[in-house]
Nanobody, 121 residues
């Protein structure tokens, strides 16, 4: 069993910053790519940023230059540093990771429960 637990969401003013964290726990054999998605009300869930096990990164055009994804493999944790936040960044942010467990070495995707980010004055 694997769990992804996000933290760090909240209310922030436009132009402000937040850092999201997502820690994976459980019977983990290996973690491959890790990513952040977001879903605004009435919209589909979209990829925000992704980081491979080799720390290559990719970002949605809407967040390039403002958001930074990173990971700490020793802690099985992925971070999303968000700066210059805009009202349109308001959404529920979900952590996603492709993980192989000790019980099954075939990797599969796991999701966190989501954390709300609200950008408003």
């Amino acid at each position: 069993q694997v769990q992804l637990v996000e933290s760090g969401g909240g209310l922030v003013q436009p132009g402000g910053s937040l850092r999201l964290s997502c820690a994976a726990s459980g019977s983990i054999f290996d973690i491959y790519r890790m990513a952040w998605y977001r879903q605004a009300p009435g919209k589909q869930r979209d990829l925000v940023a992704i980081i491979t096990s080799g720390t290559n990164t990719n970002y949605a055009d809407s967040v390039k230059g403002r958001f930074t994804i990173s990971r700490d493999n020793a802690k099985n944790t992925v971070y999303l540093q968000m700066a210059s936040l805009k009202p349109e960044d308001t959404a529920v942010y979900y952590c996603n990771a492709r993980i192989a467990t000790i019980a099954s070495l075939a990797p599969r995707d796991y999701w966190g429960q989501g954390t709300q980010v609200t950008v408003s004055s």
